[in-house]
């Protein structure tokens, strides 16, 4: 059996189109998506079936890595363990 330490995720790295790369929580990362998903007109397919942004991001947050705002413009953001 897995040890559930791998699953857990203490942040996120963040990375966006000419921006330095930013360490987020997760309830950072859930409001930055959240906050991006709110001024996106025409959402992926997958994220349509949530009725809340606070859904949406959170179904980003465990199934994704990533998302295309346009065409080469695209966000990412991947779970880190920091080490004390």
């Known amino acids: 059996m897995p040890d559930p330490i791998m699953y ?13 790369e930013v360490f987020l929580t997760p309830a950072e990362l859930q409001a930055k998506l959240e906050a991006i998903l709110a001024d996106q007109a025409d959402l992926p397919r ?6 809340t942004l606070s859904a949406q991001a959170s179904h980003l947050m465990q199934t994704a ?7 080469g ?8 363990r920091l080490e004390k």
């Open 73 to 80: 413009e695209t966000l990412q953001w991947y779970a880190v």
């Open 65 to 71: 890595c990533e998302l295309t705002l346009k065409p």
């Open 46 to 51: 997958d994220l349509q079936k949530f009725s």
């Open 8 to 20: 857990q995720e203490d942040m996120f790295v963040w990375l966006a189109p000419g921006e330095p």
